[in-house]
């Protein structure tokens, strides 16, 4: 049955991507829309329907797109080009603006009045958006209440709005007890506007994935926004796990493949690089391989806290797979695909044996 978030979106006209994978969001197929006076289009991945809207819009070259405001708050993700996003509206809050570039990441908060300005007259820019409309609709049936809504939102703690567009800030945040993730203590960095997700080298190891991987793990302040991005070497993969619904994965950086399953069923294989987008269907096993010959990085955008998987997540015994117990065929088909590209696996044979194995964790890549 449809929505009346279906109904809306299909109200706009626009293209709307389906399936397990856009295979590069920088030339993804666009439509005029009519509305915002642009070219756009929706991504509905299998996995994130009802929970998280995909927008793919283009800024045409030296051109803004007319302001407009919206009641929740959005992540943008810069796929190509550069320009300004400029907010205003919000009590006690001056206009701010920033300067974005490719992979930057910054958010637009609810209510405000956003526009957004592309700096090159040579080429279009383009960004995705990223909002939990599906599931906020679901509670509030009426369009008008998210698009046309005179409400002026609370002002928001003054140091926060100070600090709109600022550097984002670390804090130390100790690992919450009976987290599945094993993840150790991290820092969580609290910001709006992250320059460049493809540089960014603030990173913690992520000691229980394998791979000998890093991350980085970012909340939006005021907001119930969040996200994090994973770095791992090159010729190397992580351990296969699953949780709730609603992340979507954009690459920033690097070659590889990931493969999604639903338990006992056929594994499906999407093949990335930067600018490709995926979700992990909830409770599919996922898995990720860099074939490429530097760190690859993708970045997860996550949905409210509920469908993070931290609930049902903790009861799954077999939440995770650890490499000796994983289906031979993963092992083949990675060290098949280096070999294609004239690399061979880095992956420790003891890891393949010893449950345990520790990565020997380094300096954080990039530093
Ligand atoms: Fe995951």
């Known amino acids: 049955m449809a929505t009346t978030y279906d109904e809306w979106v299909e109200s706009q006209k626009l293209p709307v991507h389906k399936g397990h994978l856009i295979e590069d969001m920088r030339t993804t197929e666009l439509g005029w829309w009519d509305e915002r006076k642009c070219n756009a289009a929706f991504v509905q991945l299998v996995g994130d329907e009802d929970i998280a809207e995909i927008r793919v819009i283009e800024i045409p070259p030296g051109k803004s797109i007319a302001p407009w405001k919206f009641g929740l708050d959005e992540i943008y993700y810069v796929l190509e080009g550069r320009g300004l996003a400029t907010i205003w509206g919000l009590p006690g809050m001056e206009r701010k603006t920033c300067e974005w570039q490719e992979r930057s990441l910054f958010v637009a908060p609810r209510q405000s009045f956003r526009q957004l300005s592309n700096a090159r007259g040579d080429k279009p820019a383009r960004l995705m958006s990223y909002n939990y409309l599906p599931l906020a609709m679901q509670a509030v049936r009426d369009p008008n209440f998210f698009f046309n809504n005179p409400y002026e939102t609370a002002p928001s703690a003054g140091k926060e709005s100070e600090d709109f567009y600022s550097e984002a800030k670390a804090v130390w945040t100790e690992s919450e007890e009976g987290r599945p993730s094993g993840r150790g203590n991290y820092y969580t960095w609290y910001g709006n506007f992250f320059p460049d997700m493809g540089?960014?080298?603030?990173?913690?190891?992520?000691?229980?994935?394998?791979?000998?991987?890093?991350?980085?793990?970012?909340?939006?302040?005021?907001?119930s926004l969040s996200a994090h991005m994973s770095v791992f070497p090159a010729q190397t993969y992580k351990k296969a796990h699953r949780h709730g619904p609603g992340r979507f994965l954009v690459i920033p950086a690097g070659e590889g493949y990931s493969v999604l399953w639903e338990e006992g069923k056929k594994k499906i294989v999407v093949p990335w690089h930067e600018a490709s987008a995926f979700v992990p269907p909830m409770h599919w096993y996922h898995q990720h391989f860099n074939v490429g010959s530097t760190p690859a990085r993708y970045l997860a955008l996550h949905p409210p806290r509920i469908f993070t998987g931290g609930y049902s997540t903790m009861t799954d015994p077999a939440r995770q797979i650890e490499y000796p117990d994983e289906d031979p065929w993963i092992r083949q088909t990675f060290e098949k695909e280096l070999g294609k590209r004239d690399l061979t696996s880095i992956m420790p044979e003891e890891a393949y044996k010893d449950r345990n194995y520790e990565w020997p964790y380094g300096e954080p890549e990039g530093d």
């Open 199 to 223: 540089a960014w080298s603030k990173l913690d190891p992520l000691r229980n994935r394998g791979a000998g991987g890093h991350r980085v793990y970012v909340e939006v302040p005021n907001s």
